[in-house]
């Protein structure tokens, strides 16, 4: 299967994806779109690409509990605080005031998941993609970007989407792909935006619409995504 750690979006923003005709990009020139940060880390959760999703790239908040004492935070996860668990599970991912855990933060993030914490079920599934604290599983990380999309966190619909146009843990369905690009877009996720956009720029599964295309791309530029920018 098609390898996510070298390939463009599942939310990650790992390679740059495909720039979009010159007839696009010069139109979102003149349309004074500005550039953007570099990809995020996937754990973060900023204004302009969420939760990474690892990262899912979106304007809706994650849920994450403030996590300065992880001591503290882990005791709030132990108590039933999902948030809490994966504000502590991004902790140990990124070795953040405690020493960096992959293992740790998959039993946290498996705690927020079982909770129904969309971002803790994206966060696992990524996990698993990656073989990072427990092993690579592309079936099992295909099941986790299901849950997340059903509970409505944008990245883990990118995911999903992403699982669907490649063929990764789930039968190849481009339709299927487009629709969800479209759920995670409209949950604010930057890459989402993006991948629709191309969609629309070049009609897979769709007809070709350059106003719409325009359109998304703007959208996207506008949530922080760089190659919707330049």
Known sequence: PVDMRTSTARGLGVVPAPLPSLLV???????????????????????????????GGGAAPSGEASCDDVAACEQRCQDGD????VGAGHRYWRGETVIEDNAKAVELYRKACDANHGEGCRMLGYAYDQGLGVAEDDKRAFELATKACDLGDSGGCQNLAYAYDKGIGVARDAARAFQLWGKGCDLGNKYSCYELGLAHENGRSTTVDLKKALSLFTKSCELGHANACN
Not at 27 to 53: K, L, N, Y
Not at 82 to 85: E, F, T, Y
């Open 25 to 55: 990009v010069a139109a979102r020139v003149a349309s004074g779109c500005a550039g953007a940060p570099a990809a995020p880390d996937p754990t973060s959760v900023t204004a302009a690409g969420a939760a990474h999703s690892p990262e």
């Open 82 to 85: 999902a948030a809490s668990c």
